[in-house]
């Protein structure tokens, strides 16, 4: 201290400790020096001795309040705690909704604990091993208690804990906080049920008998969801392709039976802990996740690779395997991004024209946002998708809820653009519902009918990938054709979602960005796929609604006919449930209720071969002698049943 007063000529101090010999008090004393004359050989300094241990506690006592804010104000809703060692006194603060902070004080906290019935025994005796530990050794760390700790009952919480030291390295004080993860613990168990159920209940391929593409999908998405922070998993996919030197077989059975020699190979290979399945004409995909290294998995995966190339079948046929690895963590970005990746290493290994087994590329970080006015998108997350779900739950009717609810994703996300598109026919879309921002211009009455592939209404479905979305951040990205009309059309970010119905495309909801300075976030793409898993159920409810209108308007204006006879059946019955204008007028009478072989033939018992019992019991009708002769039958869905809908010619009543 000296040294430097008399070099720099400013004031200069230093700290020391002091144990005083009388008192065996510890004081902190705080010195300061000054140089106020200097000569030829000697230098005269001002020296200042004062007291500063009272400054210093009051020092470390409001660090260790600005910590407890920290974790306070870091969570709300958990309890932040401290507790003092040397009055073995614990306080918690807990944020209680229009009342500020509760303070709640344990007196004799560690001396009580074993006997504390707000905590578990168990949990009782780990946290007192944290507790003792913390005042041992500064230090931080977390672990998970069950306990009441806010008298709402027994859950899991999760404890985040700092054990802070004063000038001498003791521990003076221990502070965290305390979460509630009961929710989190029973979303696991949930998930390990879900898990379970999907695979009893998954659909598998036919010919191979793995897990069918929508199924494989599906549990991986779930395991995916499962995986802890570090834990690692691996996805790989196998792809049987042509040799274009080799003559391609035509033969289906063979082919068939071909791939069914294959998916034993790899099932036997696989393991039971994995999930394997059909996920495309000759490609297959292994979801395995655990503890293994990289290294190993790759030599795994090319054993089976050769396993698979040395079959006398993919020889014969002239096939040569191609398989492609991507490591998977929690940071993934999304389960898109994933088949993104192992897609592209797939194409490159096939590009290399040999049974080659490669790895995907390292999955990169999250996008940064590029747009910092929507940066309440994560707080949208939870929100967003609960109204949208709501709104149309409790809709009543059906097309006002959806129009409502791409207008409320459109301008809470700022989209320029969210339409709806649907197969009309075998050949034609049309836009069923449309929502622009303000400077776009509405097209949904212009495109009402649209041929397959028409750019006008995005019909991208050739490029959708397995999942059933197509992404594009920006059209720059997209290659080859795609990216050259999206910048064509004006297209700066697109997002896709497909309508499924019966394993085929038939519509699909379109998220559109037009200007250059709003290419979409990472976060807008994760909320809106999970939005539009939700409107895509009600769009096609929707749809099947409308179908059945159709069905029932037919049927309406079939009985109020006059030149052809018919009734209806409920299935399973004889008993007329509607016969129309022209039989009542025949016979004379309204034969509602009525057995159709009495009424119509006075018949005691239903003629053999009766077309109303084929097609009850699912098989196609056959023509029948008397007395029903020229009898058509069919099956439709009526007043939430279904109906059988017999049609006579005016000879079979005569």
């Given at each position: 201290?000296?040294?430097?007063?008399?070099?720099?000529?400013?004031?200069?101090?230093?700290?020391?400790?002091?144990?005083?010999?009388?008192?065996?008090?510890?004081?902190?004393?705080?010195?300061?020096?000054?140089?106020?004359?200097?000569?030829?050989?000697?230098?005269?300094?001002?020296?200042?001795?004062?007291?500063?241990?009272?400054?210093?506690?009051?020092?470390?006592?409001?660090?260790?309040?600005?910590?407890?804010?920290?974790?306070?104000?870091?969570?709300?809703?958990?309890?932040?705690?401290?507790?003092?060692?040397?009055?073995?006194?614990?306080?918690?603060?807990?944020?209680?909704?229009?009342?500020?902070?509760?303070?709640?004080?344990?007196?004799?906290?560690?001396?009580?604990?074993?006997?504390?019935?707000?905590?578990?025994?168990?949990?009782?005796?780990?946290?007192?091993?944290?507790?003792?530990?913390?005042?041992?050794?500064?230090?931080?760390?977390?672990?998970?208690?069950?306990?009441?700790?806010?008298?709402?009952?027994?859950?899991?919480?999760?404890?985040?804990?700092?054990?802070?030291?004063?000038?001498?390295?003791?521990?003076?004080?221990?502070?965290?906080?305390?979460?509630?993860?009961?929710?989190?613990?029973?979303?696991?168990?949930?998930?390990?049920?879900?898990?379970?159920?999907?695979?009893?209940?998954?659909?598998?391929?036919?010919?191979?008998?793995?897990?069918?593409?929508?199924?494989?999908?599906?549990?991986?998405?779930?395991?995916?969801?499962?995986?802890?922070?570090?834990?690692?998993?691996?996805?790989?996919?196998?792809?049987?392709?042509?040799?274009?030197?080799?003559?391609?077989?035509?033969?289906?059975?063979?082919?068939?039976?071909?791939?069914?020699?294959?998916?034993?190979?790899?099932?036997?290979?696989?393991?039971?802990?994995?999930?394997?399945?059909?996920?495309?004409?000759?490609?297959?995909?292994?979801?395995?996740?655990?503890?293994?290294?990289?290294?190993?998995?790759?030599?795994?995966?090319?054993?089976?690779?050769?396993?698979?190339?040395?079959?006398?079948?993919?020889?014969?046929?002239?096939?040569?395997?191609?398989?492609?690895?991507?490591?998977?963590?929690?940071?993934?970005?999304?389960?898109?991004?994933?088949?993104?990746?192992?897609?592209?290493?797939?194409?490159?290994?096939?590009?290399?024209?040999?049974?080659?087994?490669?790895?995907?590329?390292?999955?990169?970080?999250?996008?940064?946002?590029?747009?910092?006015?929507?940066?309440?998108?994560q707080s949208l997350q939870p929100l967003l998708p609960d109204m949208v779900f709501h709104l149309l739950f409790n809709a009543q009717n059906?097309?006002?809820?959806?129009?409502?609810?791409?207008?409320?994703?459109?301008?809470?996300?700022?989209?320029?653009?969210?339409?709806?598109?649907?197969?009309?026919?075998?050949?034609?879309?049309?836009?069923?519902?449309?929502?622009c921002a303000d400077g776009i211009p509405p097209q949904i009455e212009r495109l009402k009918i649209e041929p397959f592939g028409s750019a006008?209404?995005?019909?991208?479905?050739?490029?959708?990938?397995?999942?059933?979305?197509?992404?594009?951040?920006?059209?720059?990205?997209?290659?080859?054709?795609?990216?050259?009309?999206?910048?064509?059309?004006?297209?700066?970010?697109?997002?896709?979602?497909?309508?499924?119905?019966?394993?085929?495309?038939?519509?699909?909801?379109?998220?559109?960005?037009?200007?250059?300075?709003?290419?979409?976030?990472?976060?807008?793409?994760?909320?809106?796929?999970?939005?539009?898993?939700?409107?895509?159920?009600?769009?096609?409810?929707?749809?099947?609604?409308?179908?059945?209108?159709?069905?029932?308007?037919?049927?309406?204006?079939?009985?109020?006919?006059?030149?052809?006879?018919?009734?209806?059946?409920?299935?399973?019955?004889?008993?007329?449930?509607?016969?129309?204008?022209?039989?009542?007028?025949?016979?004379?009478?309204?034969?509602?209720?009525?057995?159709?072989?009495?009424?119509?033939?006075?018949?005691?018992?239903?003629?053999?071969?009766?077309?109303?019992?084929?097609?009850?019991?699912?098989?196609?009708?056959?023509?029948?002698?008397?007395?029903?002769?020229?009898?058509?039958?069919?099956?439709?869905?009526?007043?939430?049943?279904?109906?059988?809908?017999?049609?006579?010619?005016?000879?079979?009543?005569?």
């Amino acid at each position: 201290m000296l040294d430097r007063a008399g070099t720099e000529f400013e004031e200069a101090s230093c700290q020391i400790t002091f144990n005083g010999l009388r008192t065996g008090r510890t004081m902190l004393l705080l010195f300061r020096a000054e140089i106020i004359a200097v000569s030829i050989d000697r230098k005269v300094f001002f020296i200042g001795c004062e007291d500063f241990t009272a400054q210093q506690r009051e020092l470390e006592e409001q660090r260790w309040h600005d910590e407890q804010s920290r974790l306070l104000l870091e969570c709300s809703g958990s309890i932040a705690f401290e507790y003092d060692p040397q009055a073995d006194a614990l306080v918690m603060f807990q944020s209680v909704p229009g009342k500020g902070t509760e303070r709640i004080v344990k007196k004799n906290f560690l001396i009580n604990l074993p006997n504390d019935s707000a905590i578990h025994p168990k949990s009782a005796s780990r946290f007192l091993e944290i507790m003792q530990s913390s005042i041992r050794e500064p230090g931080s760390g977390t672990d998970e208690i069950f306990a009441d700790v806010n008298g709402s009952g027994f859950h899991w919480h999760r404890i985040s804990y700092t054990s802070l030291p004063d000038e001498l390295g003791h521990v003076r004080r221990v502070v965290g906080r305390t979460d509630d993860i009961q929710l989190e613990r029973e979303r696991q168990l949930m998930m390990d049920v879900l898990d379970q159920t999907l695979q009893e209940v998954a659909e598998t391929d036919p010919v191979t008998g793995l897990y069918s593409v929508g199924s494989i999908n599906i549990l991986v998405r779930n395991q995916l969801a499962k995986l802890e922070e570090g834990e690692r998993a691996y996805l790989t996919f196998f792809e049987l392709w042509n040799d274009p030197s080799a003559p391609e077989s035509h033969d289906s059975a063979k082919m068939n039976e071909m791939l069914a020699e294959v998916a034993n190979v790899l099932a036997a290979q696989a393991g039971s802990s994995s999930l394997l399945g059909r996920i495309g004409q000759r490609t297959f995909g292994l979801f395995y996740r655990g503890t293994s290294s990289e290294k190993a998995i790759a030599a795994k995966t090319e054993e089976m690779l050769q396993s698979i190339q040395r079959m006398p079948a993919v020889r014969e046929n002239g096939l040569v395997v191609s398989a492609a690895i991507a490591a998977v963590t929690g940071s993934e970005p999304s389960f898109h991004h994933l088949l993104i990746r192992v897609d592209a290493a797939l194409q490159k290994a096939k590009s290399l024209g040999e049974a080659r087994c490669i790895f995907a590329e390292t999955a990169p970080d999250a996008r940064e946002s590029q747009r910092y006015a929507v940066s309440s998108i994560q707080s949208l997350q939870p929100l967003l998708p609960d109204m949208v779900f709501h709104l149309l739950f409790n809709a009543q009717n059906i097309d006002a809820g959806i129009q409502a609810s791409i207008v409320l994703i459109g301008r809470l996300l700022d989209i320029s653009r969210v339409f709806v598109f649907e197969q009309r026919g075998g050949s034609t879309l049309t836009c069923q519902f449309e929502w622009c921002a303000d400077g776009i211009p509405p097209q949904i009455e212009r495109l009402k009918i649209e041929p397959f592939g028409s750019a006008a209404a995005r019909d991208f479905r050739p490029y959708f990938l397995r999942d059933g979305m197509l992404i594009l951040h920006t059209a720059e990205e997209a290659d080859g054709a795609l990216g050259k009309i999206a910048q064509k059309e004006g297209i700066v970010s697109l997002l896709e979602c497909a309508l499924m119905e019966n394993g085929a495309i038939t519509g699909y909801i379109g998220y559109e960005e037009r200007r250059a300075d709003h290419p979409f976030t990472q976060d807008q793409i994760n909320l809106i796929t999970t939005i539009s898993r939700v409107l895509s159920v009600y769009l096609l409810k929707r749809r099947a609604v409308l179908h059945e209108k159709d069905e029932c308007a037919y049927l309406d204006a079939l009985y109020s006919r006059v030149d052809q006879y018919a009734f209806s059946l409920d299935s399973g019955s004889y008993k007329m449930r509607v016969c129309n204008r022209r039989i009542r007028e025949k016979i004379g009478r309204d034969a509602t209720g009525e057995f159709c072989y009495h009424a119509l033939w006075n018949l005691d018992a239903p003629c053999e071969g009766c077309p109303v019992a084929v097609l009850d019991a699912g098989k196609q009708p056959s023509p029948v002698d008397e007395p029903c002769r020229c009898m058509l039958t069919y099956g439709l869905p009526y007043e939430g049943k279904r109906v059988l809908v017999p049609c006579l010619s005016e000879d079979a009543t005569d």
